[in-house]
């Protein structure tokens, strides 16, 4: 579970029996497809998560960029994110696992709502941890998961964001191991989560590269995917990490400024591969966003789902190694691309994935000068929509009418 110097198992002693358990039915499931496990998961995520999603050429988009722009529709997966992929790949691992009761972490809302519905497909019982302040800004996707059947547990420690909530949902799986699994949302973590959670995202970039050779006659220039965790990008980019001519992005978010405030452990961006540094977080040693002590930093993004000071150890190694390359667009470059691809390509993207958008305004948009990246983004360019913006409406509404 090591990717260069990151990743490993950085846990409290308690969970070890847990990520044993789990790290065996991760490779006798998963890696050796025991009892069929990944054709059934295959299946479901068919006829009920309604895969394949299209790779749909964005024809405004190709022309204004003078090159063929394909969008890969995670948006049109069901729950309206990519997150349904490993949700209920994990889900249904804890039903072959003999589990009894789920436990997740959520943020944008995305990955609790995805857990919610795969728990309320396998008749599973669910509990999902959600920051309090994440609770108000996105209260449709509080009430979907209520609506499928899961309890909502408001985290209120600290900010009331995503870190807490994953810290409580830790806390929760350690006490309960029996008969609890804890639905990881990204692929962050200790080993396996990582890794597993890449495989059960990695049918995005299994599809993407069949369709590109059908519809392209070839791979792709580049692929270009938003990070926060990393799930969205680690699935757009596995099948691809072999092919050296398929240049690889991940786009953070870069919140209002990329100056970061030490004395008052404050990161207005959430932008951890460019600006963070090495540390431990949630059980992984990976980049973050961290004070000169060492104190995790409060991180920011217009976009609840990338607003995480930490990212996944694969793709922080994949980034030191050069494969990817990491960027970044601030909040207002992500809300403008919002607003562009709804009027352009009628497609209302959650903010997370505006963020991919902008970064392709930034460098190809009419108003971008010529440059190397320019050239490097090539003829061919995929670029991962992650998410619909049903759940944004509101904030997007106040920033916009409100700016
Ligand atoms: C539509 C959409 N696109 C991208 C992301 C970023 O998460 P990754 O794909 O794991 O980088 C997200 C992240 N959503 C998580 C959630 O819904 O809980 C997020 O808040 C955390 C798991 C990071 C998302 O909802």
Request: aromatic share 6%.
């Amino acid at each position: 579970g090591k990717f260069g110097d990151y990743g490993g198992q950085y846990v409290p002693e308690a969970l070890m029996p847990a990520i044993e358990e789990l790290t065996d039915a991760y490779e006798r499931y998963v890696l050796d497809n025991e009892d069929g496990f990944m054709d059934d998961f295959r299946a479901r995520l068919r006829d009920f998560g309604g895969r394949p999603t299209p790779l749909q050429r964005a024809d405004r988009l190709s022309e204004r960029y003078g090159r063929e722009v394909y969008l890969k529709r995670e948006d049109l997966l069901h729950g309206g994110a990519h997150k349904l992929n490993n949700a209920l790949g994990q889900v249904l691992l804890a039903k072959y696992m003999g589990k009894e009761r789920i436990i997740a972490e959520t943020g944008a809302g995305q990955h609790g709502t995805a857990t919610a519905m795969a728990c309320a497909h396998l008749d599973m019982p669910c509990e999902i941890y959600m920051g309090e302040r994440d609770i108000n800004r996105q209260r449709p996707n509080v009430f979907r998961m209520k609506l499928n059947g899961s309890e909502v547990n408001p985290v209120t420690v600290g900010r009331g964001t995503l870190k807490e909530a994953i810290s409580e949902t830790m806390r929760d799986w350690a006490t309960n191991v029996e008969d609890t699994h804890y639905v990881i949302g990204s692929v962050v973590g200790p080993h396996p989560f990582p890794s597993m959670v890449r495989d059960f995202q990695s049918v995005i970039s299994e599809e993407a590269r069949t369709q590109a050779r059908e519809k392209l006659g070839r791979l792709p220039d580049a692929v270009v995917a938003c990070a926060g965790g990393g799930s969205n990008t680690m699935g757009a980019f596995a099948e691809f990490v072999d092919d050296e001519e398929t240049a690889l992005y991940a786009v953070e978010a870069g919140g209002s400024t990329l100056e970061v405030d030490e004395e008052a452990g404050v990161a207005p961006n959430s932008a951890s591969l460019t600006t963070g540094t090495e540390g431990i977080l949630h059980g992984a040693r990976t980049r973050l966003l961290q004070d000169r002590d060492g104190q995790i930093m409060e991180s920011h993004s217009v976009s609840s789902g990338l607003d995480y000071a930490g990212v996944g150890p694969e793709l922080a190694h994949l980034v030191d190694t050069g494969r990817v390359t990491a960027v970044n667009v601030d909040d207002d470059e992500a809300l403008t691309a919002f607003h562009r691809l709804s009027q352009m390509e009628g497609i209302i993207p959650a903010l997370e994935s505006a963020h991919a958008f902008g970064y392709l305004e930034s460098v190809v948009g009419p108003d971008a000068p010529d440059s190397e990246e320019a050239d490097d983004l090539g003829k061919y360019v995929v670029v991962n929509v992650s998410g619909r913006g049903d759940k944004d409406l509101e904030s997007a509404i106040e920033e916009t009418y409100e700016r």
